[in-house]
């Protein structure tokens, strides 16, 4: 897999155009999933299955490691997998069990709510068993600050239960720092994004401006290939590795992302959030702690539109049941492709649909 992985990206052309990021980067890494998806209905089991089955030699034969040998060989790799080979077992129990990956929820964090809303909200995913909850800031400072207060009243401050919050990259590094200090106070575990995903030095910078007050930095959802990921570890910029399932290059990518992550002590907690991307990380969450960190990570319950998948992620007492179906959980149920092919799809000519082709685009007026 990893010669393939190679070959994939090394025709000259396409590179000038990349290399390893942007549209190839995306529609390589589509190809590279489907194999995967492919050779694991060959062999009648799920991705990570595939993958928890590999002997350490094995998995790190899978990843492509030109650009990133400075930081990690694959002498290093294999040996950080021995290091949890022993206890691997116990974790493939646990993924079979249903009590590998914990869920999170951002349903009462929406900018769009109001205050009854949310408190709503958040009280309902309280009672269906969730701790940790994410909140979206960075239009409003007093409006952020009004959210948070609201959600503390109402959770405490107490360890049972944890926030994140996600600026979605809204401020540069000096408006990160000032209005994080004004949040800092309301205790999330990270803010997420707080500016450009391509400026690692820029978030380097507001990890340490917020470390005193025990606040993180998480980013990579945008992170276009393992070299950023490799950047954002050697400059101290992040305290989460959110990798994500279709931007990097395939299952592979991601695994060489996570063993550096284990390397430099960085958990992994893999982007989730849109329709099909949700099924892809339950797999890549139980490869990083079964293979590779021993530590379960976490992923956001996301479910709008799941009604269209073949193989939709389910949660159970606020865990993800671990996808047992042949493959990486891909495919769509008949028809759906029809429904919603662009513009004249049975979505598209709804009322949603027209709305949402008639919206300002944001360039109005401009030219």
């Not at 070299?227 to 305290?239: M, R, S």
């Amino acid at each position: 897999m990893g010669k393939t992985w190679r070959y994939m990206v090394s025709d000259s052309q396409y590179r000038w155009i990349g290399p390893e990021k942007g549209v190839t980067h995306l529609g390589m890494a589509g190809v590279m999933n489907a194999v995967w998806d492919l050779w694991a209905k060959t062999l009648g089991i799920p991705v990570w299955r595939v993958v928890a089955n590999m002997t350490p030699e094995e998995f790190v034969r899978c990843i492509d490691f030109r650009y990133i040998t400075d930081v990690l060989t694959p002498e290093e790799a294999v040996n950080i997998l021995k290091d949890v080979e022993a206890t691997k077992a116990e974790r493939i129990q646990e993924a079979l069990e249903n009590q590998s990956v914990p869920a999170y929820t951002t349903s009462a964090g929406w900018l769009a709510f109001d205050g009854d809303k949310m408190k709503k909200v958040l009280k309902e995913t309280i009672d269906q068993g969730f701790t940790i909850f994410k909140f979206k800031v960075g239009s409003n400072l007093e409006s952020d600050k009004a959210r948070l207060k609201a959600v503390r009243d109402i959770i405490g401050y107490s360890d049972k239960y944890q926030i994140m919050i996600d600026a979605n990259q809204v401020w540069s590094v000096p408006e990160a720092i000032e209005w994080m200090g004004h949040l800092v106070k309301y205790k999330p575990v990270f803010i997420e994004e707080p500016t450009s995903p391509d400026d690692i030095l820029g978030h380097a910078a507001i990890r340490k401006a917020l470390a005193p007050y025990g606040v993180g930095v998480a980013t990579g959802e945008m992170a276009q290939n393992r070299v950023t990921f490799k950047q954002l570890f050697q400059a101290e910029a992040t305290d989460v590795a959110q990798i994500d399932a279709v931007r990097l290059g395939s299952v592979n990518e991601c695994m060489a992302v996570m063993l550096m992550a284990r390397k430099f002590g960085v958990p992994t907690v893999p982007h989730n959030g849109a329709m099909g991307l949700t099924e892809l990380t339950a797999h890549l969450a139980n490869i990083d702690y079964i293979c590779v960190s021993a530590k379960k990570s976490m992923l956001e319950n996301a479910d709008s539109y799941s009604e269209n998948l073949m193989h939709p992620s389910v949660i159970k007492n606020a865990y993800y049941v671990t996808p047992v179906q042949p493959g990486y959980s891909v495919g769509y149920k008949p028809g759906v492709l029809e429904k919603y092919v662009y513009p004249n799809g049975k979505f598209w000519t709804s009322s949603i649909g027209e709305k949402i082709k008639n919206a300002p685009k944001g360039g109005e007026g401009l030219i």
